[in-house]
């Protein structure tokens, strides 16, 4: 059974760093084909895809984001991370993690969401 | 980016009621699009995919179609528990791009 659970900080400041981890189980990030993408929704507003890591740890960037992304994973704790630097008011959204599978290319499973605020 | 119209963006339906939802895209992603349904404060589940693809584990009723760069989500007699926000997204081309969700409703 694979399962995705988002955490974060909840509320952080403009300007701050947020960092974001997915604990995942039911596959690994070292297995052939494996990835995690982060997606994040600001209330009232479309889905929007963020970044992506691979097995052999190759990323992908949204690049209306990228200079303010970093996307990570820890295989042996079954974790990726995601950190967006410099927030403001428009990073206030619910975050999202999701697999992928390589050969299919879209995300099947997802997580429940994390909401973060920015505010001062 | 691909851009991904979705209509309507919301919905009131009555139970037994036949429903569609449908996503336009910007250009030609082939059968590149999945649909996802979402209650509140659940994950997104996998509905359809690969337009007309019906994800194991969902149930018959729901059914996908797609003509040139239109998709169509089919619920054929909603119950109860299809009440919720449904998706679509289209994973031709990165970056991924979603519709912007319908909100379905009981009249």
């Known amino acids: 059974q694979v399962t995705l659970k988002e955490s974060g900080p909840g509320i952080l400041q403009p300007s701050q760093t947020l960092s974001l981890t997915c604990t995942f189980s039911g596959f690994s990030l070292s297995t052939y084909g494996m990835g995690v993408g982060w997606i994040r929704q600001p209330s009232g507003k479309g889905l929007e895809w963020l970044a992506n890591i691979w097995w052999d740890d190759d990323k992908y960037y949204n690049p209306s984001l990228k200079n303010r992304l970093t996307i990570s994973k820890d295989t042996s704790n079954n974790q990726a991370f995601l950190k967006i630097t410099n927030v403001d008011t428009a990073d206030t959204a619910t975050y999202y993690c999701a697999r992928i599978d390589y050969y299919s290319s879209y995300p099947d499973y997802w997580g429940q969401g994390v909401m973060v605020t920015v505010s001062s | ?107």
Not at chain 2, 12 to 37: D, F, K, P
């Open chain 2, 1 to 107: 980016d691909i851009q991904v119209t979705q209509s309507p963006s919301s919905l009131l339906a009555s139970l037994g009621e036949r429903v569609t939802i449908t996503c336009q895209t910007s250009q030609s992603i082939s059968n590149n699009l999945n649909w996802y349904q979402q209650k509140p404060g659940q994950a997104p589940m996998l509905l359809i995919y690969y337009a007309t693809s019906l994800q194991t584990g969902m149930p018959s009723r729901f059914s996908g179609q797609y003509s040139g760069r239109s998709f169509t989500l089919t619920i054929t007699s909603l119950e109860p528990e299809d009440i919720a926000n449904y998706f679509c997204l289209q994973h031709y081309s990165a970056p991924y791009t979603f519709g912007a969700g319908t909100k379905l409703e009981l009249k």
